[in-house]
């Protein structure tokens, strides 16, 4: 039954996507060696990421303050990778403001995300023990509309002048709009995004930026979860195994030898 | 220097060209070439799906990217299957789409049909490529696709010979993403100045068989086809601009400068 | 079980579309048309989780004098394009379409034009030559601005090309370099979804 099972899938495999599979493939066997890894030596080391750093300063600063922490996840939706991201990062704030006594608000985007975020708040508070501080109206849906939503969280800061602001997610072309007009009340901006033009409106109108994976790496950061501290060491050997085939890749281009471009072609 | 004393100064260099014109001359880019090449070398005849992905925030770049890519569309005879992957384009793709065909005196459901909006863009990517009428049963005017000729001929993917993304965000990498990985169709993108520069790896790569970025491309676009428009207008204001941006940069080192000699 | 259920749903429908990516079969891609269908069902009905929120905050605050007058504005808003959209459809014409087009679309225009100000404001205040790369970058940002409008092209005809090789050449490989870390995040973080192993998405 096994064999025919296996035989039925080798005369129906799509043969054009081969190369894809023998990636992930790879990918998969290096996830869960160094997960294995980190199992049995404890956390891996992760170099410090001062945006990250930068969070508890943040907090601590609008505590001193009394003013609330902004938070939001931008336009991304909850399948997006970088809100997935934010949402990690999301509870380890929530957990410091939850310690601190601090208002956090969350204007979202998307409804889902917005539900998500109430559950990921609502229990880090309840791991601070402080349920009974929990506000679920401070995180709310706001619109879809990507101006309208810029316009939303403009209007919050202006109003209620938090003393941080933190920005992490997918942020489109509205980032700027929310990055300069928090910088004109004053308060102290963490930002990261998986959008790489984005990024160079935040770098310059925030005092913190998260850049590209630094935003993922964050859940294993703050955690120090073996399980993913061991998927980032993938990725960075991954990456290694990139640089390689494209080093290798030039060099064979540039003699005329097509073949190795030809490997990672989609038919 | 006085947020306000810049924002005035902003509002001075955009408006003035706008009633003094400069006669800037403008100059072909590559990428704008070759997404012209591609769109010329259509036969007569042939479909395309034009995806108008974008908001209305963005309408004053999108829209002359919109009628430049409709115009050379229409001129060549290729028959346009138009939907939107955003609420708020839907509204204004009809409205461009309505605006350009008029022009050329094309006919609903024989030479362009507009299907509509679906959200869950991975979903209805994925799914134009099995078949339309399974995505939209109805187009936006709500003709069922069965009765209209064009769409009687233009099923899925396999019919059409490319895919035009009209965008403000991200969402022709979701049609690189799925439409050409899965179903292997050329992807030809027309984004906003600020979502151009993101796309460049993917010009770079062929997953992008054309790239029109911004005011700049749409000029560039209306000057390929020999028909001015809202483009070229746009670009002597965004010249000043510039310009304004690049003084007030040598203006903040030297106030930078100033300060550290003291 | 609780937190057992969704685990397994997630994962039995990430496998089943990893499969039908590699394998090709009818039955498979009966399912898969099967899955986009319900994907678009079950996305509409979150927009009512959201919409609900939005209602129910807003009626809360009509009650606080400070907040009443805005959230009437946005309940008054949603009640009347839902009206108009109701009974007189979206088409040219219809008050729904004028709405949009006379409100909505100026609205998100004005909001978008906002960034030229802050763009200029932040390019005063941010872009300053504190170290040799500083200005280098700086440098590099100026010829590209020129480069993209014509004025740049009066000035010499070299700085449009430079502009070009500029975007294409060196700011393309940084931008690779980053999209190839996030595709890379992205497949981990994946697997991980897949494994049981990243349990954000259920608030955990």
């Given amino acids: 039954m096994d064999l025919l099972i296996v035989q039925i899938f080798l005369l129906s495999f799509n043969n054009s996507r081969l190369n894809i599979l023998i990636a992930l493939v790879i990918a998969g066997l290096l996830v869960f060696y160094f997960i294995r890894e980190a199992k049995k030596k404890g956390a891996l080391y992760l170099r410090p990421i001062s945006g990250l750093t930068a969070i508890e300063e943040a907090v601590g600063r609008a505590t001193e303050m009394g003013k609330a922490v902004l938070y939001t996840t931008g336009l991304g939706k909850m399948e997006r990778v970088a809100t997935i991201a934010s949402m990690n990062i999301l509870g380890n704030v929530a957990r410091k403001v939850a310690s601190y006594g601090t208002p956090l608000i969350i204007p979202c985007y998307d409804p889902v995300v917005m539900a998500v975020a109430q559950e990921v708040v609502k229990e880090s508070f309840a791991k ?51 990055a300069e007009t928090g910088n004109s009340i004053g308060a102290i901006q963490i930002a990261g995004t998986d959008s790489t033009i984005q990024l160079s409106f935040f770098i310059v109108a925030c005092d913190y930026t998260l850049i590209g994976e630094e935003l993922f790496a964050a859940s294993g950061y703050l955690s120090g979860d073996p399980k993913i501290t061991g998927s980032i060491k993938a990725q960075d050997w991954l990456k290694i195994f990139i640089t390689l085939a494209i080093i290798l890749g030039v060099i064979f281009s540039t003699m005329g030898l097509d073949f190795w471009s030809n490997l990672f072609s989609l038919k | 220097m006085r947020r306000e004393v810049i924002y005035i100064l902003i509002v001075a260099a955009i408006t003035v060209p706008l009633f003094l014109p400069l006669g800037l001359k403008q100059r072909i880019t590559p990428e704008v070439e070759k997404f012209y090449q591609t769109v010329e070398e259509l036969p007569a005849g042939s479909s395309v799906i034009v995806s108008f992905d974008f908001e209305a925030s963005t309408v004053a770049e999108t829209k002359p990217i919109a009628y430049a890519v409709l115009r050379q569309l229409f001129s060549k005879n290729v028959s346009v299957i138009s939907l939107s992957m955003l609420a708020e384009g839907t509204g204004l793709g009809y409205d461009f789409l309505t605006k350009i065909t008029q022009e050329y005196n094309k006919k609903y459901g024989e030479d362009y049909v507009f299907l509509g909006f679906r959200p869950q863009y991975q979903a209805t990517i994925l799914g134009l490529g099995e078949d339309f009428s399974r995505v939209f049963p109805r187009d936006y005017l709500g003709n069922g696709l069965s009765s209209l000729q064009l769409t009687q001929k233009v099923k899925n993917y396999a019919d059409v010979a490319m895919i035009i993304s009209i965008a403000d965000g991200d969402l022709p990498q979701y049609w690189v993403d799925y439409a050409q990985t899965r179903y292997q169709k050329k992807v030809l993108a027309a984004v906003t100045a600020v979502m151009a520069t993101t796309y460049y790896p993917y010009l770079s790569s062929g997953q992008f068989s054309g790239l029109v970025g911004g005011l700049k491309g749409a000029a560039e676009y209306e000057l390929l086809l020999g028909q001015p428009g809202l483009g070229s207008k746009g670009m002597e204001a965004q010249s000043l601009g510039h310009i304004l941006i690049i003084l007030l940069i040598i203006v903040g080192n030297l106030t930078l400068l100033a300060k550290r000699n003291k | 079980m609780p937190l057992r259920l969704p685990l397994l749903v997630v994962s039995i429908s990430a496998l089943f579309m990893l499969v039908q990516f590699f394998v090709k079969a009818n039955f498979l891609d009966s399912a898969y048309q099967e899955v986009l269908d319900w994907v678009q069902i079950i996305y509409l009905f979150t927009l009512w989780v959201g919409a609900l929120n939005l209602i129910k905050l807003h009626a809360k605050k009509t009650q606080d004098k400070r907040q009443a007058f805005y959230s009437l504005v946005t309940l008054a808003g949603i009640l009347l394009m839902l009206i108009f959209g109701l009974s007189g459809g979206k088409a040219t014409g219809s008050a729904f379409n004028w709405v949009f087009e006379n409100v909505q679309v100026p609205l998100q225009a004005t909001m978008f034009s906002l960034l030229a100000f802050f763009v200029a404001s932040a390019a005063y205040r941010g872009f300053r030559a504190r170290s040799g790369e500083a200005f280098i970058l700086l440098a590099v940002a100026s010829l590209v601005m020129l480069g993209r409008v014509p004025i740049g092209n009066l000035i010499s005809e070299r700085i449009p090309d430079l502009a070009n090789w500029i975007l294409n050449f060196p700011s393309m490989a940084a931008r690779r370099g980053i999209l190839i870390g996030i595709g890379l995040g992205t497949v981990a973080t994946a697997l991980r979804i897949i494994l049981g192993i990243e349990r954000t998405y259920l608030g955990k």
């Fill in chain 1, 128 to 178: 601070e023990g402080k349920s009974e501080a929990y506000r679920p109206e401070n995180i709310y849906f706001v619109t879809q509309s990507q101006f309208g939503y810029a316009a939303a969280v403009d209007g919050v800061m202006v109003r209620e002048k938090p003393a941080a602001n933190l920005f992490l997610g997918t942020f489109e072309a509205e980032s700027l709009i929310l």
